[in-house]
């Protein structure tokens, strides 16, 4: 690696740091910080970085497999919901023969629906699969950076360094728990009671979408059922 490490505040040379604060400082940083108890040159303090950075290194790739983990996730939680979408068309058709006209009305909302639902939940799953791409751009970038600079960085830029991602660090740590809360195990299903013969007289409104989510908002599936009233 070439160049210095600079102050993003002063724009100067960062030489030192404060170990009060855990705050890497410029000459113009110490005015601020000369009365803290632990304000020491940067390259007596981080002999040990390089053990640091290793161990980021480390963190790092766990961070990607997670990531891909998560991506795989969503992969499967869209074919499963294809899937569940597709059963619907077969599961009427196999009934609509005794009760042709009500069925191919039901058939033709239950699909609109469906289609609808599937819009909105692929949208929603697309949102969270680019914030796993996301990240995993970043932390792509993160490993790379940290093999440069622990073999080619200078002392001083590897405590620097190690300082500055052990906060993107926890930023990342924090997206990817948040992202294996998601859950996307959305199914929809299509059944029918014995008494169907007699879904004639009630029409197309004797069929109900119900749909189960969780307490994050998350669908875990959804069916259909029939009304009927003697």
Do not use: W
């Amino acid at each position: 690696m070439k160049g210095k490490a600079m102050c993003h505040e002063h724009a100067r040379e960062i030489v030192f740091f404060c170990q009060d604060h855990s705050k890497l400082c410029c000459l113009s940083c110490v005015l601020i910080h000369r009365k803290c108890d632990q304000l020491d040159e940067i390259v007596k303090v981080f002999r040990q970085t390089r053990h640091d950075l290793q161990a980021l290194k480390q963190s790092l790739i766990q961070l990607q497999s997670e990531a891909d983990d998560i991506i795989s996730e969503f992969k499967k939680s869209e074919a499963v919901l294809n899937e569940s979408i597709a059963k619907i068309s077969s599961e009427v058709d196999t009934i609509k023969d005794r009760i042709i006209k009500l069925f191919e009305e039901a058939k033709q909302r239950l699909i609109s629906e469906a289609k609808q639902f599937k819009t909105e939940e692929v949208k929603r799953i697309e949102n969270k699969r680019d914030t796993s791409f996301k990240v995993k751009e970043e932390l792509n970038k993160a490993s790379s950076m940290c093999c440069d600079v622990l073999d080619r960085g200078t002392p001083s830029q590897q405590c620097i360094y190690s300082e500055q991602m052990k906060e993107k660090r926890k930023t990342i740590e924090s997206i990817i728990d948040d992202q294996r809360k998601i859950k996307c195990s959305s199914t929809m299903t299509v059944s029918f009671p014995k008494q169907v013969t007699s879904l004639i007289e009630m029409g197309s409104n004797s069929i109900k979408q119900n749909f189960d989510v969780n307490k994050t908002g998350t669908l875990l599936h959804s069916y259909y059922t029939f009304s009927i009233n003697y």
